[in-house]
């Protein structure tokens, strides 16, 4: 979340504040930025739910594909009994923010009723989607629900819904847009920006190419791209004020010592059943550990991804290594 979107929930929470342990969960979150715990006494600051492991799409840059194609059916759907038994949960209770993702996660019939069970347990509540499935009655619903805020993923084939998603809920919703960028795409940029504007998108988001596999590393922007650079430096003086922009996080040529990553030390991802993915690009596994388990998120193999990146003299884990996130606290929690 940016700055305005920091504001916007400072605002929600003067109406409607969240309960003290949330508060002292978050403040215990900050100060381990500076004692660097890997052991952590306290809960993750933001909880994403999978409500679905199904999707409406299949983009190459998918790095949760193989996750989804565990449960390809509606077996991996998050049902209430599911989310109920979430939400009892130590963590579930001490967390600032539960959102949804999937898959798809309008896939889920019944993602409506949990963003209002969220709301009524004062929680901020986020929603990325590819916009797809919102129109007409889901889309009448999307309008009056008591979602915070709604991430529009834009790929090639989408564009229209989400202009039809953004015309509905402007003046209603807090939504951001975000779309990756790659190094065959780089000219990609101005149109993205010039559309966002269009529809009146105020926080926009380029993310850069995640590699699945080796033979996919030159679709990386890394830190020595001259023409991405020259690139994002004519579009900020072209349209500076009128959009904020988050960039792309180049990639450094070579690991360096000081990492900036924070997510495994503020957020999990869960699937149905309470399995643990300690970031945003490591989906739900049982060998990350449960959130029912006494130990929590506090599993070995989560420890161990904390001290990679909190310790200089270790190097990060191989998954990290190519990630946009590793060299910036992109979260800005």
């Given at each position: ?27 215990k ?62 963590a579930?209770?001490?967390?600032l923010?539960?959102?949804f ?10 993602i ?37 805020v709604?991430?529009?993923?834009l ?12 015309t ?12 990756v ?22 926080e926009l ?68 059943v ?60």
């Amino acid at each position: 979340m940016k700055i305005s979107l920091y504001l916007y929930v400072m605002l929600r929470f003067l109406k409607n504040p969240p309960e003290l342990k949330v508060i002292v969960n978050f403040l215990k979150f900050q100060l381990n930025k500076w004692t660097k715990e890997t052991t952590l006494n306290f809960h993750p600051v933001s909880i994403i739910i999978s409500a679905t492991k199904r999707c409406n799409f299949a983009c190459e840059f998918c790095f949760v594909e193989t996750y989804m194609a565990e449960s390809p059916g509606k077996e991996g759907d998050l049902s209430p009994e599911e989310l109920n038994k979430i939400l009892e949960t130590d963590a579930a209770k001490a967390a600032l923010r539960i959102g949804f993702l999937g898959g798809e996660p309008f896939l889920n019939k019944n993602i409506f009723d949990y963003i209002e069970i969220l709301h009524k347990k004062r929680k901020v509540t986020s929603v990325v989607t590819n916009s797809a499935l919102l129109k007409g009655e889901m889309l009448e619903k999307l309008k009056v629900s008591s979602l915070d805020v709604l991430g529009l993923s834009l790929y090639d084939n989408n564009r229209e819904d989400i202009r039809r998603v953004a015309t509905a809920i402007k003046g209603k919703k807090r939504f951001w847009m975000q779309s990756v960028i790659d190094s065959t795409t780089i000219h990609h940029m101005e149109d993205k920006i010039r559309f966002a504007l269009d529809i009146g998108c105020k926080e926009l988001i380029f993310d850069n190419y995640y590699p699945k596999t080796k033979d996919r590393m030159k679709k990386v922007l890394f830190e020595d791209n001259a023409e991405y650079k020259n690139e994002e430096k004519r579009l900020k003086e072209k349209y500076k004020g009128q959009i904020y922009i988050t960039w792309v996080p180049l990639i450094p040529l070579e690991e360096r010592k000081v990492k900036h990553c924070v997510l495994p030390m503020s957020y999990v991802q869960l699937d149905n059943v309470g399995n643990i993915g300690p970031c945003c690009v490591r989906a739900p596994a049982k060998e990350f550990g449960n959130i029912f388990s006494p130990e929590g998120w506090n599993s070995p193999e989560v420890i161990s991804l904390r001290e990679s990146l909190t310790n200089p003299d270790k190097k990060a884990h191989d998954i990290c290594r190519f990630c946009q996130c590793l060299n910036e606290d992109l979260y800005q929690l």
